[in-house]
């Protein structure tokens, strides 16, 4: 049975900027997909040093998007999501909410693209059956807000139970994999106003 989804709506400008740092962004997505893990662990997860690491689970914990989690051995506790998704309130009446919302977008953005050129420097060392998979693809849709919006949710409902965080039936083969999103009309492009 699959974990339960815990996704949160982050409003809180003061969380908001401290998730547009892209080690912050990177260790929350590392522990929301890979579960607990230790400063170190987290540091090679994310190619940072031990205590640059600590430092930031400290500021995402402040915010309540890590905890602790318990240890087996004592020696040294690791660290886990509260989350296992976040949403952004882009629309909100408050202009620092909306400020700090897109601050963090463009921080997720940044971070996924350096992600996608490191996967293409790295492509040719990576397994056959990995390298295989990969993908980029880029469509130019002619839609209406609500074709885009259903295409959005029916992709949505194709990966929702693939999410690391919440699968409970991953085979053992299986590995962390990204994958992201993008949709966002593009008026300029191609055609006169009308």
């Known amino acids: 049975m699959p974990a339960p989804e815990i996704r949160r709506t982050i409003t809180d400008p003061a969380a908001l900027e401290a998730l547009a740092h ?41 915010h309540g998007l890590v905890e602790r989690a318990a240890s087996d051995d004592g020696r040294e506790r690791p660290w886990q999501a509260t989350i296992t998704g976040l949403s952004l309130d882009l629309d909100s009446d408050d202009p620092s909410v909306v400020a700090s919302a897109t601050a963090m977008l463009e921080a997720s953005l940044q971070l996924d693209y350096q992600l996608a050129r490191e996967h293409v420097r790295r492509r040719d060392r990576i397994e056959g059956a990995w390298r295989d998979v990969d993908a980029h693809a880029q469509y130019g849709l002619r839609v209406t807000p609500d074709e885009l919006q259903s295409i959005v949710g029916r992709i949505d409902a194709i990966v929702r139970p693939f999410i690391a965080a919440t699968r409970a039936d991953a085979p053992d083969d299986a590995a962390i994999a990204s994958l992201s999103l993008l949709a966002f009309p593009r008026p300029s492009f191609g055609e006169a106003e009308r």
């Open 22 to 62: 892209p080690v912050r962004l990177d260790l929350l997505s590392f522990l929301m997909s890979h579960g607990a893990a230790s400063a170190s662990e987290c540091a090679r997860a994310v190619d940072d040093n031990p205590s640059n690491c600590s430092y930031h689970l400290r500021v995402l914990a402040r």
